[in-house]
């Protein structure tokens, strides 16, 4: 079950400019959530550490200019590995990008290379504070490599003036939700389901029955993922799958929690809908692993809620 652990003290970037804290994120959002219009395409590039050990990170940089850009790179190449791909990346942030837009650039160090990074929301308080919630993916197994990482996260600029950043990091130990967008070859009607897996047999035979009904490929990465649902998966995992169909390509789900009681597993998810969204119609499987040895369930019920992003 994901879980939040360990406190981290708060960090101040080398950079004036960036000067901004990092904290361990907490179940409620603070301030308005930002909607997918504002917080533009986010990228992730594995920038190594080639000086000094691994330990710095993470942290978090609030750029509104070219020169901070340039300054911020100049400092980063002293310790990361700046590969081709994130150095032209960079080039398209110029003078007209920041006119309309800030860059956040979130950077972890990590202890192994398969641990994995994903921005989950972005928000905006009445002082002009940006909140940036990154979770951190922990496989179960990971490699012996250490790892360095940038994610950029280009941002709008709002009514309010941005003034600084935070960084809020949640530990998702052993990564146990996944969400893939698995839109429907027919009609949409309006249909959720929850099917539990207890055996390799049952779940392959419910691929088997969905693969020409939900567009599995449609992400490229949905039967790449599910190669991990073995034999060996299933002696120690059930699985959870919930599909669920919307009305906008827009609107996006986070599990909030999962708990047994008398027998009967509860997941709570989210429905987070922007305030103007895409016409497309879109479905989503979402896939919960739960360890044998912390759920013991006879039934599964879902709990949706919508939050309304501003």
């Known amino acids: 079950m994901p879980k939040i652990i360990g406190v981290f003290s708060v960090l101040l970037s080398v950079l004036l400019f960036t000067a901004c804290e990092v904290v361990d994120a907490p179940h409620e959002r ?29 942290t978090i940089h609030f750029i509104e200019s070219v020169n901070d850009l340039e300054t911020f790179l100049e400092k980063q190449q002293e310790r990361y590995d700046i590969r081709e791909t994130f150095a032209e990346a960079l080039k398209k942030y110029d003078a007209t990008y920041f006119e309309n837009h800030v860059l956040l650039v979130a950077v972890f160090e990590e202890g192994s290379g398969s ?5 989950s929301d972005v928000t905006i308080d009445e002082d002009g504070l940006l909140r940036v919630y990154v979770n951190r993916h922990i496989p179960e197994i990971g490699t012996a490599d250490m790892a360095g990482w940038h994610i950029l996260v280009p941002v709008e600029r709002g009514e309010v003036p941005y003034q600084d950043a935070k960084l809020y990091v949640d530990h998702d130990e052993h990564d146990s939700v996944h969400i ?53 998966f299933f002696d120690l995992h059930s699985l959870v799958v919930i599909t669920l169909e919307e009305p906008s390509g827009s609107i996006r789900h986070v599990v909030k929690d999962y708990s047994v009681d008398d027998g009967v597993l509860t997941i ?16 989503w499987h979402l896939l919960i692993e739960l360890p044998n040895d912390q759920f013991d369930y006879k039934d599964v019920e879902i709990e949706i809620t919508s939050h309304h992003i501003d």
């Open 30 to 58: 603070v301030g308005t959530v930002l909607s997918e219009d504002t917080v533009l395409d986010v990228t992730r590039f594995r920038t190594n550490v080639i000086a000094g050990s691994y330990g710095e990170a993470p």
């Open 268 to 283: 709570s998810i989210e429905r987070r809908i922007p305030e103007v969204g895409t016409d497309d119609m879109a479905n």
């Open 180 to 232: 893939f967008r698995t839109d429907l070859f027919a009609f949409y009607d309006d249909v959720e389901t929850v099917h539990a897996f207890d055996n390799l047999e049952d779940f392959e035979a419910y691929i088997d029955d969905v693969k020409n009904y939900y567009q599995l490929h449609i992400e490229g990465t949905f039967f790449e993922h599910i190669r991990r649902y073995d034999a060996a």
């Open 115 to 119: 641990i994995g990074h994903s921005v």
